[in-house]
């Protein structure tokens, strides 16, 4: 059985840091390219970043860029989504998921997805 499962998420200031982790079982990482996603309430999910699975490019969005590190963790079957200089605006549910494919921004190309994990950034 495939399972994701983020961890990691919780309340921080602005200006803090957190670090996500997508830990999988059931499925070898090394095969997929992995995308963070976040949603905010009444806001449609939206990309964060791709780690390739091929050699582990990166592809972060434009609003994350420079605060954000996706990466991984071949020998823990982990990818994890550090996240520094947080904003208010940062604030959601992160989800990881795996996609066959090559890094792209759309979630329908994704098939495996976790449950999620809170963040939380006060002003």
């Known amino acids: 059985q495939v399972q994701l499962v983020e961890s990691g998420g919780g309340l921080v200031q602005s200006g803090g840091s957190l670090r996500l982790s997508c830990a999988a079982s059931?499925?070898?990482?090394?095969?997929?390219?992995v995308g963070w996603f976040r949603q905010a309430p009444g806001k449609e999910r939206e990309a964060v970043s791709c780690i390739s699975s091929s050699d582990d490019s990166t592809f972060p969005t434009d609003s994350v860029k420079g605060r954000f590190t996706i990466s991984r963790d071949r020998a823990k079957n982990i990818v994890y989504l550090q996240m520094d200089r947080m904003k208010p605006e940062d604030t959601a549910v992160y989800f990881c998921?795996?996609?066959?494919?090559?890094?792209?921004?759309?979630?329908?190309?994704?098939?495996?997805w976790g449950q999620g994990t809170q963040v939380t950034v006060s002003s």
């Open positions: 998921a795996t996609d066959f494919g090559p890094c792209d921004w759309d979630p329908v190309d994704y098939d495996h």
């Open positions: 059931g499925l070898n990482l090394d095969y997929y390219a």
